[in-house]
């Protein structure tokens, strides 16, 4: 079982890196923006299940290798910590653009495909998720389902996003301040993990 605070941490680390823009974020507020919520809404579970396969293996792997490489953990964090810093400066510069509606519609494979090959899984599955969770079967269906209750409503909010977009309503709604905002989000968490790896 997951202690409290590794759960906490879990908790956090997890909801952070979901909510933050990516591929697999982007994908599903395009779907929501061609084809809206209702009829978009499944599209979560390909994205649970990429997610499943991909950091179920590397989480598996990365933790066993962890016994003849120690300084495999702090080395991923690092990797992590800097994977983050880039992608919080590339936010900041590039303050990404909008879906457009030109693109075309989002299918189950094409979601789970991109989960699968999502990078966030190497940061799930080697630092965000305990060590603990790819030791005992116990603390891997616990961490999953934490796992689980974050990732179907923030999912659902990116499609919901792409959604209202698609019905002009968010007008007001400055894309660069909320990609700036993410920015520095993702920026102080990415100093977490540094923090984290060397002390």
Avoid at 3 to 32: C, E, F, R, Y
Avoid at 167 to 191: D, K, N, T
């Amino acid at each position: 079982m997951l202690s409290t605070s590794s759960a906490t941490l879990m908790t956090l680390g997890t909801a952070i890196v979901l909510v933050m823009p990516g591929p697999t974020n982007t994908l599903l507020a395009t779907a929501g923006l061609r084809c809206g919520l209702r009829r978009s809404a499944h599209l979560t579970a390909a994205e649970f299940a990429g997610y499943l396969v991909s950091i179920s293996g590397w989480g598996y792997f990365l933790s066993h290798a962890a016994t003849s490489l120690t300084w495999l953990p702090t080395l991923l964090r690092i990797a992590s910590g800097l994977y983050l810093a880039y992608l919080s400066v590339r936010m900041w510069q590039t303050a990404n653009s909008l879906p457009s509606s030109a693109q075309g519609t989002i299918g189950l494979r094409v979601l789970f495909t991109a989960t699968l090959l999502n990078p966030k899984a190497i940061l799930f599955g080697g630092t965000i998720f305990p060590v603990v969770a790819f030791e005992s079967f116990g603390a891997y269906l616990e961490a999953m389902a934490i796992f689980t209750a974050l990732l179907v409503p923030i999912g659902l909010a990116w499609i919901a996003f792409g959604a209202e977009l698609g019905s002009g309503r968010l007008m007001r709604v400055s894309p660069v301040h909320m990609q700036r905002c993410a920015s520095i989000v993702l920026a102080a968490f990415s100093l977490s993990l540094a923090w984290a790896a060397l002390h």
